[in-house]
């Protein structure tokens, strides 16, 4: 019982990555899609993303983020009842406007930080706390998976408007920072890949078998 298992990688093995955790947000009450925008357009700059199907708006907001990530925050949003997507991208000193010197420097450039204290929280008015409590926030690994349920949820009306958020990967380079700084990654931040396989080993027990 006082032993520990753990698993350690080398921060510069060139397999290791984070991968991201996307977010399907619900807003209480739900929002007109110009009032959603008017709220985060303070903090935000916000380009609309064209597409064909779903699954290519997807795809091509997956690659708009990616191409757009280099030192800078950048979501995507998908609204389902909509059937529109925007890139987000966080505006100069807008965390510093909202929230003074409360982040330290090395979380106050994550993305999840971002998303959850400021577009979340400050625009939207979705606390840590009731977010928790009402159940507002669930966590993908596939946004092909976050997709589908954003438009199930739109098409079962319950008084919450489904809100698809669809992260970069958090860099190593920024869970090394965070470390250095002696502070603690947010929640839903260090999928980080390959992991180990684990699992359950059964025992088959045979009645009257004779154990040496």
């Known amino acids: 019982f006082n032993f520990t298992m753990m698993y350690l990688c080398a921060m510069e093995d060139p397999g290791l990555s984070v991968l991201p955790t996307h977010r399907l947000a619900r807003l209480p009450g739900g929002a007109p899609l110009d009032d959603l925008l008017a709220r985060l357009a303070p903090a935000f700059a916000i380009a609309e993303i064209g597409g064909g199907s779903r699954e290519v708006l997807l795809s091509e907001t997956l690659a708009r983020m990616a191409e757009n990530a280099q030192g800078r925050v950048v979501f995507?949003?998908?609204?389902?009842?909509?059937?529109?997507?925007?890139?987000?991208?966080?505006k100069n000193g807008a965390m510093e406007a909202a929230f003074g010197d409360r982040h330290p420097p090395a979380?106050?450039?994550?993305?999840?930080?971002?998303?959850?204290?400021?577009?979340?929280?400050?625009?939207l008015g979705l606390t840590h706390d009731r977010c928790a409590d009402e159940n507002l926030v669930d966590y993908f690994s596939d946004p092909d998976e976050a997709l589908d349920q954003a438009v199930k949820e739109a098409a079962r009306p319950s008084g919450r408007e489904?809100?698809?958020?669809?992260?970069?990967?958090?860099?190593?380079?920024?869970?090394?920072?965070v470390a250095d700084a002696d502070l603690v990654m947010p929640h839903k931040s260090t999928y980080?890949?390959?992991?180990?396989?684990?699992?359950?080993?059964?025992?088959?027990?045979?009645?009257?078998e004779a154990i040496e």
């Open 162 to 177: 489904p809100l698809l958020f669809l992260m970069n990967p958090t860099a190593v380079g920024q869970v090394r920072q």
């Open 107 to 123: 979380l106050r450039q994550l993305d999840v930080v971002v998303l959850s204290d400021l577009l979340l929280e400050r625009c």
């Open 76 to 90: 995507g949003l998908y609204h389902p009842n909509a059937d529109r997507a925007f890139l987000l991208t966080l």
């Open 192 to 208: 980080f890949y390959p992991k180990i396989l684990t699992g359950l080993v059964m025992y088959k027990i045979v009645a009257d």
